[in-house]
């Protein structure tokens, strides 16, 4: 079964340290990654994709992500953490079992993310 | 901000009733999918519509329905409302392609009571 499992309900860091959100995936076949956010009364953002190419994906706000195919995982990160980036983060991955294009994704449950100043 | 928007924003209904809810896509994306994200939980996915037609379709009674517009709009129809369908209803607007990423609208809240 193709899945999505975000491990951590809530990730607890200090303003100015490194954050992580861990992901792992089951799929079958080469995996379409993506991490969204969403802020209170909003809908998701994009953050970033992996697709093929480079383990580590740049993303905005200055988020990154970095693909480990023998762990199953994408773990989003971002070497310095700010207040302004407590949210709720979603994992998703492209539904590999129809084809021509379609573009369902399978979210995880969410990760809360909390920045102490 | 993307360019999907979703109208209303908030929308209170009783058992029973129907409802419709609307999107307007981003500029150049021939791709709507519908998302219910009940509270607590990541979005689940409803169905996408691509040049008018659905083609694809998730764990969702035939009660939720759809409409795409040839200027790629979209419409979520739910008839005979239940209380478990109080969430938010996300759509997302993309183009057509396993790598496309999907950008989302703000989303509607529907309650139902």
């Known amino acids: 079964a193709q899945s999505v499992a975000q491990p951590e309900d809530q990730v607890n860091v200090a303003e100015g340290n490194p954050l992580t959100v861990k992901c792992t995936y089951s799929?079958?076949?080469?995996?379409?990654l993506f991490w969204y956010v969403q802020y209170p009364n909003r809908g998701l953002q994009f953050l970033l994709k992996y697709i093929t190419g480079d383990n580590l994906v740049k993303g905005s706000y200055g988020f990154e992500a970095e693909f480990n195919k023998s762990q199953t995982s994408f773990h989003l990160k971002k070497p310095s953490a700010l207040v302004s980036d407590s949210a709720l983060y979603f994992c998703a991955v492209r539904d590999m079992r129809v084809s021509g294009g379609y573009n369902k994704l399978i979210f995880g449950a969410g990760t809360r993310l909390a920045v102490h100043p | 901000e993307t360019g999907v928007t979703q109208s209303p924003t908030h929308l209170i209904k009783t058992r029973g009733q129907q409802v419709t809810l609307r999107c307007s896509s981003q500029s150049g994306h021939n791709t709507v999918s519908w998302y219910q994200q009940a509270l607590g939980q990541g979005p689940q996915f409803i169905f996408q519509?691509?040049?008018?037609?659905?083609?694809g379709r998730g764990n969702f009674p035939p009660r939720f329905s759809g409409l795409q517009f040839p200027n790629y709009s979209s419409e979520l129809n739910v008839n005979a409302l239940e209380l478990d369908d109080s969430a938010l209803y996300l759509c997302a607007s993309s183009q057509q392609g396993l790598g496309t990423e999907a950008f989302f609208g703000q989303g509607t809240r529907l309650t139902v009571v």
């Open positions: 799929v079958s076949g080469n995996p379409y």
């Open positions: 519509y691509y040049r008018e037609e659905e083609n």
